[in-house]
């Protein structure tokens, strides 16, 4: 318990002396983390096993939560808590709508479009933007396997560096003279031009 004790401090001090260097490296998030840590300093025994009043814990608490690595032991314990982690979490969180939300049938390829207007969360955004805010995009899709009667997901994530701006990707469906349509897996990457809109 003792040892415990020493520890947070001894982190304490070491945090306090590298807190400059966040600012004059640019650390991604810093604001955020540092305003929710406060926030979860002044609930009281709002996090179980946080020691008390140490903006150590506090602090790795709040990364933890905004990188959604999980937190081990530490968890939120009371309703104030609660409601601090869920803000923490749904700020930096957007639902990009899609053209087309659901189908019944999964065809060969399906490319996921979401369309950029001022109701978007993507309105205005440049790579620069992208990049200081540490953007990140998540893509699920969850389907039922009719052979094996079975739920199927994938989730793919991409960062700020992955976004192409001006462009998108190519159409890989083609029609024959009878109408039937053939895929062109190998285009299945490839991108082409896109206008961009002017803010």
């Known amino acids: ?4 004790f020493i520890f947070w401090h001894v982190v304490d001090i070491v945090w306090v002396l590298l807190l400059p260097l966040l600012y004059l490296t640019k650390f991604n998030r810093h604001e955020d983390i540092l305003c929710f840590a406060l926030a979860y300093l002044e609930g009281g025994p709002c996090i179980a096993e946080m020691p008390p009043d140490s903006f150590a814990g506090a602090f790795f608490f709040s990364a933890e939560t905004l990188a959604t690595v999980g937190y081990g ?3 939120p314990a009371s309703t104030y808590g609660h409601v601090v982690v869920t803000v923490e979490l749904m700020r930096r969180f957007y639902d990009l709508k899609l053209q087309v939300e659901s189908i019944i ?10 369309t950029i207007d001022e109701a978007s969360p993507m309105h205005g955004a440049t790579p620069e933007s992208l990049k200081a805010s540490d953007a990140r995009f998540m893509s699920s899709v969850v389907c039922m396997d009719t052979v094996i009667h079975a739920p199927l ?4 994530g991409y960062h700020a560096s992955d976004v192409r701006f001006g462009e998108r990707f190519v159409e890989v469906y ?19 031009p896109a206008p961009t809109p002017s803010y």
């Open 174 to 192: 083609s029609e024959s003279s009878d109408g039937k349509l053939f895929v062109d897996y190998a285009r299945i990457h490839d991108t082409e």
């Open 153 to 156: 997901q994938s989730l793919h």
């Open 73 to 75: 032991h530490m968890h």
């Open 105 to 114: 049938t999964f065809p060969a390829v399906l490319t996921l479009r979401h």
């Open 1 to 4: 318990m003792a040892a415990d």
